[in-house]
């Protein structure tokens, strides 16, 4: 929503610190509370960097915990409880790291939830703050053992375009009847179809990646207000509530979350998994160029009233992930 859009995150943290709310209190209904992702790294970077953590590991954690209770709004809980996440309101955990390898000890990545990763130097002093989803975390993992498996195709072969959903989901539908910037389903499809016929280059045999990435730039380009940007948010388009996927053949990745799964999304909470629109893209490969085919648009709600879900448990117990150079940056 334009008024929304035009907040600063101080004037949430000032609304946080009058609300009398702990970080324990859930933020359903009081969304307005809830700061997104670029916004809570704005506002802890601003307060944490520069900070002296030289104390014992147990002490550490304390104090790092009860400033960003004070860079946040929020009191500071006489004991913290030992509940996860650790910031339960805001959906986050911290974990202060000198080391390029960041340790989750005990339990799984979670994809919808935020992780502040803290970097110091080795004086013990605060030099950057990265807060990331746990969806693009587990994208970090190079070894594998951060293994996902939720895939599906069709269950029959894709040989015309397909709105499956007869429209949006009631949290989407209400968002727009509040003014929220999201084209009603059936006028999303409209634009979309217009990329069905067009072709590019062909960046190689190999290259299925680089293919969705071109197509994704394609789709940023028929919405005047989003620029392509590959950093493994999701959705692809937030400001659409949108997923793209391209399929040149059948069996389509879909990443941690089922697309039916209630969870709320890290950065989206007035909005589920299931609210977010999948646009799967079909295509072909000829004479060294990429034809866009066919489109199937579907709400996550009703993704696999068409697409067959593989069955599989997601393998999720990586407990060191190697953190990139540049992530701070």
Not at 92 to 97: C, K, L, R, W
Not at 207 to 235: I, T, W
């Amino acid at each position: 929503m334009n008024s929304d859009r035009k907040r600063s995150a101080s004037s949430v943290v000032r609304a946080i610190r009058g609300s009398g709310l702990t970080i324990y209190d859930c933020l359903d209904s009081r969304p307005d509370l809830y700061l997104r992702t670029e916004e809570l790294q704005a506002v802890l970077s601003r307060k944490l960097v520069g900070l002296s953590l030289t104390y014992p590991l147990r002490t550490r954690s304390k104090v790092m915990k009860s400033r960003v209770c004070e860079t946040l709004g929020y009191p500071i809980p006489a004991t913290f409880k030992k509940v996860k996440p650790r910031f339960p309101g805001q959906d986050f955990d911290t974990y202060v790291q000198k080391a390029n390898n960041l340790q989750i000890w005990n339990e799984d990545v979670s994809p919808s939830r935020r992780y502040v990763v803290i970097r110091v130097d080795e004086s013990q002093v605060v030099t950057a703050v990265k807060v990331i989803s746990g969806e693009a975390l587990a994208l970090l993992d190079t070894t594998g053992t951060l293994t996902q498996k939720y895939q599906a195709k069709s269950a029959v072969p894709v040989t015309e375009s397909v709105l499956v959903s007869r429209g949006d989901t009631a949290a989407v539908k209400n968002a727009i009847a509040r003014g929220a910037k999201l084209l009603p389903l059936a006028d999303l499809c409209k634009a979309l179809s217009g990329l069905v016929g067009k072709s590019f280059h062909d960046p190689g045999v190999d290259q299925e990646r680089n293919r969705g990435s071109l197509v994704h730039q394609m789709v940023c380009k028929l919405f005047a207000e989003n620029s392509y940007h590959d950093s493994g948010q999701f959705p692809d388009m937030p400001d659409q509530l949108l997923e793209v996927k391209f399929q040149t053949s059948p069996t389509i990745d879909l990443g941690l979350i089922s697309p039916d799964s209630t969870e709320h999304l890290a950065d989206q909470p007035a909005y589920r998994h299931c609210d977010v629109r999948y646009a799967v893209f079909y295509g072909r490969i000829k004479d060294g160029s990429v034809m866009v085919d066919h489109l199937v648009l579907s709400t996550g709600a009703d993704f696999f009233t068409f697409f067959r879900r593989f069955e599989g448990k997601v393998v999720n117990r990586k407990i060191q992930i190697p953190l990139p150079k540049g992530f701070f940056a």
